[in-house]
T-cell receptor, first 112, second 113 residues
Framework: SQKIEQNSEALNIQEGKTATLTCNYT??????LQWYRQDPGRGPVFLLL?????KEKRKERLKVTFDTTLKQSLFHITASQPADSATYLC???????????FGKGNQVVVIP | DGGITQSPKYLFRKEGQNVTLSCEQN?????MYWYRQDPGQGLRLIYY???????QKGDIAEGYSVSREKKESFPLTVTSAQKNPTAFYLC????????????FGSGTQLSVL
């Protein structure tokens, strides 16, 4: 069966350090992968998209990698700040299919 | 948020009652989606529409119905056939092109009385 797995345990990290989140998938051939941020009681907000033929994408303090051999994406927040505390969702879609499938999300808590 | 309005923010449903969640957008997006989110769970797709007057079932459509009579509006009805309706419901839009990001509304929390 198809699965998108994110760590269910919250990541507690000291301010200024780099937070790294993992998204593993099974039985997908994703054309692209997206990362979203969700705050409690709010809708997710798009952060980054990375395509199958791209290894790495950056946006300000965010970095995403995509390894189709390992079937894994890593999401990094460098120089983390308390305002980065939120739940981060990965989502992917296969070729010819615009239906995004979401992981359960991984909570990040940045400690001042 | 920002162009997508979901209402109400909170909704209570009595046993056997149908309730309708509203989703309106002014982004001129063709595609609209309804997701359900349960605590500690990922978003699950209920219905989606890529164009006016057309919509498709998602992964968990049973007990729900939708309509898409206008480009701007995609209401979701939670029918009495949905036995476990308590969840956070999210409406989203996109241009409909492959790989395009989703824009989400602020959600409706539905609870059963």
């Amino acid at each position: 069966s198809q699965k998108i797995e994110q760590n269910s345990e919250a990541l507690n990290i000291q301010e200024g350090k780099t937070a790294t989140l993992t998204c593993n998938y099974t039985n997908y051939s994703p054309a692209y992968l997206q990362w979203y941020r969700q705050d409690p009681g709010r809708g997710p907000v798009f952060l980054l998209l990375i395509r199958e033929n791209e290894k790495e994408k950056r946006k300000e303090r965010l970095k995403v990698t995509f390894d189709t051999t390992l079937k894994q994406s890593l999401f990094h927040i460098t120089a983390s700040q308390p305002a980065d505390s939120a739940t981060y969702l990965c989502a992917l879609a296969s070729y010819g299919n615009n239906r995004l499938a979401f992981g359960k999300g991984n909570q990040v808590v940045v400690i001042p | 948020d920002g162009g997508i309005t979901q209402s109400p923010k909170y909704l209570f449903r009595k046993e056997g009652q149908n309730v309708t969640l509203s989703c309106e957008q002014n982004l001129n997006h063709d595609a609209m989606y309804w997701y359900r989110q349960d605590p500690g769970q990922g978003l699950r797709l209920i219905y989606y529409s890529q164009i006016v007057n057309d919509f498709q079932k998602g992964d968990i459509a049973e007990g729900y119905s939708v309509s898409r009579e206008k480009k701007e509006s995609f209401p979701l009805t939670v029918t009495s056939a949905q036995k476990n309706p308590t969840a956070f419901y999210l409406c989203a839009t996109s241009t409909g092109f492959e790989g395009e990001k989703l824009f989400f509304g602020s959600g409706t929390q539905l609870s059963v009385l």
